[in-house]
């Protein structure tokens, strides 16, 4: 295989050639062809190829690409598994990096189609008001770069750290320049390379560089663009100091390496579930990807009583760890990714251990370079021992630490100055609260596990999609994923200010106060495509009688006193009888529901409901009900109904045209057009 660049829509045939050489046999698997690549030219050209093209979909449709894409790597996995055993992955390990990178792309994809805006940007969150009069407002949204994203990635996840950079980049509408680690990059390339064959990406959204080190890309870079790089905190650092990059305030987004921990309780004795499940966790961090995982257990905090049962525990654990050719179904642990990176680790292991004191290894002798056997080191005074809080060693090791109470488990948890994930198992709450609490400030992720969540936990070491993938301090300071808000990461957020009228005009988001169009048609009885933002039905009124109230009591069972006994409803803030909330809320759809057959479905649901003043009987309501958004939705194209979700804003008044309750609410609306796109929900 010939790993090469692919830049300005064209593979890059010609330079200098390096061997990539298999972590298990330690031959070549591949040649890495170094092009003297035109960066300048690279970065001009994904801004104005692809940017515009990307910026010309909503954010909806620029997910859709990325789900389709999804399920197109997804139909190639297979062949991403042979390769990657040659990275010295087994097939458990493969699966977290190939299925794990794909599968965060379905969820990402699919959690910026229910969370973000079907347009071309994002309208976050309500508007705010700025004037007593409301005629002034603001409202934020989050629009797309007129830049390239730079993502540099590491090599122990070559599939998973592209895939999870590259999804939300896309669907915040800027293309991506990827440059991965040369180490295994015949696996990101594989992956690459069927993303450019499948054509679903417009033309110049997506380029590689296959090189050593990225030459002179981060001189060309503008405040439009912005840098993504998982790696090692000194590497980072120096890039984040790059002249450019701080001359030009290029975003700057940094995963790097750090000293987890997991912490055992002090509740947790040895006949504890909590203890089998803290020591398979601790060792399942040791040997997955062989260590050479950012988020692995590389410190282990274990009461001082409870030292020796647990460094027994993982000893007898340990011991059963196959080591060997990763292609093997009977093998547990592969090598490391490199010779070069078992030497490194050994050197780790080499400073350790002037501090500490080595109570395990596996005693497998293997001849390849690039094995590296499970090491557990013990530090007996945690507190006082830098080191172990500073230098991590990137392979199969842990170092076990000893504490005395909760304060100091904290202390330990936290000396290492920031981490991507901790820790806790305990069966005790309140030990959980004040942990958790303690090391919340110095982790970017807290995981605490008992019996009770044990069985479906997804791990300490898997950041999950849904949620943020980052920490404070020597973990870098960044933050990527974390559902729809990886999305927002890849966007500039703009305060806008004007009339109600204006901003709906700009936003095509109705904010209250605006001017409306009253709807010649009902809603009810109008299609998707046909309903306008800003377009109005302004209802029929109804005066509330004593009757209305007695009878929701009767049918709802809702006897509160407010609304029944009119002597303790005197005593109360009302100071009468007044309607039922949900009354007025039910009255309201009587008057603006139409009863004929239409395109609407059904009612999907309510939002930001609230009742803002009284209604007593002899009160006259009236409902004003006015398009707020539109989304997009489809089923499968064999399902009855093609659809789209419409957000309606609803005010309710009474005769001093004074608000009483105010909601959103969301109605299914047939759509008259199937679009081009076949599938377009996730069931």
């Given at each position: 295989?010939?790993?090469?660049?692919?830049?300005?829509?064209?593979?890059?045939?010609?330079?200098?050639?390096?061997d990539?050489?298999?972590?298990?046999?330690?031959?070549?698997?591949?040649?890495?062809?170094?092009?003297?690549?035109?960066?300048?030219?690279?970065?001009?050209?994904a801004?104005?190829?692809?940017?515009p093209?990307l910026?010309?979909?909503?954010?909806?449709?620029?997910?859709?690409?990325?789900?389709?894409?999804?399920?197109?790597?997804?139909?190639?996995?297979?062949?991403?598994?042979?390769l990657?055993?040659?990275?010295?992955?087994?097939?458990?390990?493969?699966?977290?990096?190939?299925?794990?990178?794909?599968?965060?792309?379905?969820?990402?994809?699919?959690?910026?189609?229910?969370?973000?805006?079907?347009?071309?940007?994002?309208?976050?969150?309500?508007?705010?008001?700025?004037?007593?009069?409301?005629?002034?407002?603001?409202?934020?949204?989050?629009?797309?770069?007129?830049?390239?994203?730079?993502?540099?990635?590491?090599f122990?996840f070559?599939?998973?750290?592209?895939?999870?950079?590259?999804?939300?980049?896309?669907?915040?509408?800027?293309?991506?320049?990827?440059?991965?680690?040369?180490?295994?990059?015949?696996?990101?390339?594989?992956?690459?390379?069927?993303m450019?064959?499948?054509?679903?990406?417009?033309?110049?959204?997506?380029?590689?560089?296959?090189?050593?080190?990225?030459?002179?890309?981060?001189?060309?870079?503008?405040?439009?663009?912005?840098?993504?790089?998982?790696?090692?905190?000194?590497?980072?650092?120096?890039?984040?100091?790059?002249p450019?990059?701080?001359?030009?305030?290029?975003?700057?987004?940094?995963?790097?390496?750090?000293?987890?921990?997991?912490?055992?309780?002090?509740?947790?004795?040895?006949?504890m579930?909590?203890?089998?499940?803290?020591?398979?966790?601790?060792?399942?961090?040791?040997?997955?990807?062989?260590?050479?995982?950012?988020?692995?257990?590389?410190?282990t905090?274990?009461?001082?009583?409870?030292?020796?049962?647990?460094?027994?525990?993982l000893?007898?654990?340990?011991?059963?760890?196959?080591?060997g050719?990763?292609?093997?179904?009977?093998?547990?642990?592969?090598?490391l990714?490199?010779?070069?990176?078992a030497?490194?680790?050994?050197?780790?292991?080499?400073?350790?251990?002037?501090?500490?004191?080595?109570?395990y290894?596996?005693?497998?002798?293997?001849?390849?370079?690039?094995?590296?056997?499970?090491?557990?080191?013990?530090?007996?005074?945690?507190?006082?021992?830098?080191?172990?809080?500073?230098?991590?060693?990137?392979?199969?090791?842990?170092?076990?630490?000893?504490?005395?109470?909760?304060?100091?488990?904290?202390?330990?948890?936290?000396?290492?100055?920031?981490?991507?994930?901790?820790?806790?198992?305990?069966?005790?709450?309140?030990?959980?609260?004040?942990?958790?609490?303690?090391?919340?400030?110095?982790?970017?992720?807290?995981?605490?596990?008992?019996?009770?969540?044990a069985?479906?936990?997804?791990?300490?070491?898997?950041?999950?999609?849904?949620?943020?993938?980052?920490?404070?301090?020597?973990?870098?300071?960044?933050?990527e994923?974390g559902?729809?808000?990886?999305?927002?990461?890849?966007?500039q957020?703009?305060?806008?200010?004007?009339s109600?009228?204006?901003?709906?005009?700009?936003?095509?988001?109705?904010?209250?106060?605006?001017?409306?169009?009253?709807?010649?048609?009902?809603?009810?009885?109008?299609?998707?495509?046909?309903?306008?933002?800003?377009?109005?039905?302004?209802?029929?009124?109804?005066?509330?009688?004593?009757?209305?109230?007695?009878?929701?009591?009767?049918?709802?069972?809702?006897?509160f006193?407010?609304?029944?006994d009119?002597?303790?409803?005197?005593?109360s803030?009302?100071?009468?009888?007044?309607?039922?909330?949900?009354?007025?809320?039910?009255?309201a759809?009587?008057?603006?529901?139409?009863?004929?057959?239409?395109p609407?479905?059904?009612?999907?649901?309510?939002?930001?409901?609230?009742f803002?003043?009284?209604?007593p009987?002899?009160?006259?309501?009236?409902?004003?009900?006015?398009?707020?958004?539109?989304?997009?939705?489809?089923?499968?194209?064999?399902?009855?109904?093609?659809?789209?979700?419409?957000?309606?804003?609803?005010?309710?008044?009474?005769?001093?045209?004074?608000?009483?309750?105010d909601?959103?609410?969301?109605?299914?609306?047939?759509?008259?057009?199937?679009?081009?796109?076949?599938?377009?929900?996730d069931?």
């Amino acid at each position: 295989m010939k790993v090469l660049s692919y830049t300005e829509n064209n593979w890059q045939k010609e330079g200098s050639v390096t061997d990539l050489i298999s972590a298990v046999t330690g031959d070549p698997v591949a040649q890495m062809v170094e092009a003297d690549l035109d960066y300048k030219a690279a970065c001009e050209y994904a801004r104005s190829t692809a940017g515009p093209a990307l910026r010309e979909m909503s954010i909806h449709e620029r997910a859709f690409k990325i789900k389709f894409l999804a399920q197109y790597l997804l139909e190639r996995k297979e062949d991403y598994y042979e390769l990657s055993t040659h990275t010295g992955a087994t097939r458990r390990d493969s699966w977290i990096d190939i299925e794990g990178g794909i599968g965060a792309m379905f969820v990402l994809s699919s959690k910026a189609r229910r969370e973000l805006s079907d347009l071309p940007y994002h309208v976050e969150g309500s508007h705010e008001r700025l004037s007593r009069g409301g005629t002034f407002v603001g409202q934020h949204i989050c629009v797309p770069f007129h830049g390239v994203g730079v993502h540099i990635n590491a090599f122990n996840f070559p599939v998973w750290g592209m895939l999870e950079k590259l999804a939300p980049c896309i669907m915040a509408g800027m293309p991506a320049i990827i440059k991965p680690s040369p180490i295994g990059s015949y696996l990101a390339y594989s992956v690459f390379k069927d993303m450019v064959e499948s054509k679903i990406l417009p033309e110049g959204a997506i380029q590689f560089i296959a090189a050593d080190r990225p030459g002179d890309l981060l001189d060309h870079l503008t405040s439009q663009d912005a840098v993504a790089f998982t790696g090692s905190a000194d590497t980072g650092r120096k890039l984040k100091a790059h002249p450019n990059i701080v001359a030009n305030s290029v975003r700057f987004n940094l995963e790097a390496d750090s000293l987890n921990c997991s912490i055992l309780g002090s509740d947790v004795m040895p006949d504890m579930p909590e203890f089998d499940l803290f020591i398979k966790e601790v060792a399942n961090e040791m040997t997955v990807k062989t260590g050479q995982k950012c988020t692995a257990i590389r410190r282990t905090i274990v009461p001082q009583d409870r030292i020796d049962d647990v460094v027994k525990a993982l000893k007898e654990r340990l011991s059963k760890t196959t080591i060997g050719d990763p292609a093997k179904e009977e093998i547990k642990m592969g090598p490391l990714a490199s010779s070069l990176q078992a030497e490194r680790f050994n050197e780790q292991i080499s400073n350790l251990l002037e501090h500490t004191e080595s109570v395990y290894t596996n005693g497998h002798e293997q001849h390849s370079g690039a094995f590296a056997e499970p090491k557990v080191l013990l530090c007996h005074k945690p507190m006082e021992v830098d080191n172990v809080h500073r230098i991590e060693a990137f392979g199969p090791m842990t170092t076990v630490m000893p504490y005395e109470n909760n304060q100091q488990a904290i202390q330990l948890a936290n000396k290492a100055d920031g981490s991507l994930v901790g820790s806790l198992f305990t069966a005790d709450d309140s030990i959980a609260r004040e942990i958790t609490l303690g090391c919340a400030p110095y982790h970017g992720r807290f995981m605490i596990i008992n019996r009770h969540s044990a069985e479906e936990s997804t791990g300490h070491g898997s950041p999950m999609p849904h949620l943020t993938h980052g920490g404070p301090g020597r973990a870098g300071g960044g933050e990527e994923q974390g559902g729809a808000r990886a999305v927002i990461h890849n966007m500039q957020r703009v305060a806008l200010q004007g009339s109600p009228t204006t901003l709906t005009e700009v936003t095509n988001q109705y904010i209250k106060g605006a001017e409306t169009k009253e709807a010649e048609t009902h809603p009810f009885q109008q299609y998707f495509e046909d309903l306008e933002v800003g377009e109005a039905l302004t209802t029929e009124k109804h005066t509330v009688t004593k009757e209305d109230v007695e009878n929701f009591a009767e049918l709802s069972g809702d006897h509160f006193y407010a609304h029944t006994d009119p002597e303790a409803a005197s005593r109360s803030l009302f100071e009468e009888i007044v309607a039922h909330g949900y009354f007025v809320l039910s009255r309201a759809a009587g008057l603006f529901v139409h009863p004929d057959e239409g395109p609407v479905i059904l009612n999907y649901g309510l939002e930001n409901l609230r009742f803002l003043a009284p209604v007593p009987p002899g009160d006259t309501i009236q409902a004003k009900l006015i398009v707020k958004r539109k989304t997009v939705r489809q089923k499968r194209a064999s399902d009855k109904f093609i659809f789209g979700v419409v957000y309606w804003d609803v005010e309710v008044t009474n005769q001093d045209d004074e608000l009483v309750a105010d909601y959103t609410i969301l109605t299914l609306v047939k759509r008259r057009n199937k679009l081009d796109i076949d599938i377009f929900e996730d069931e």
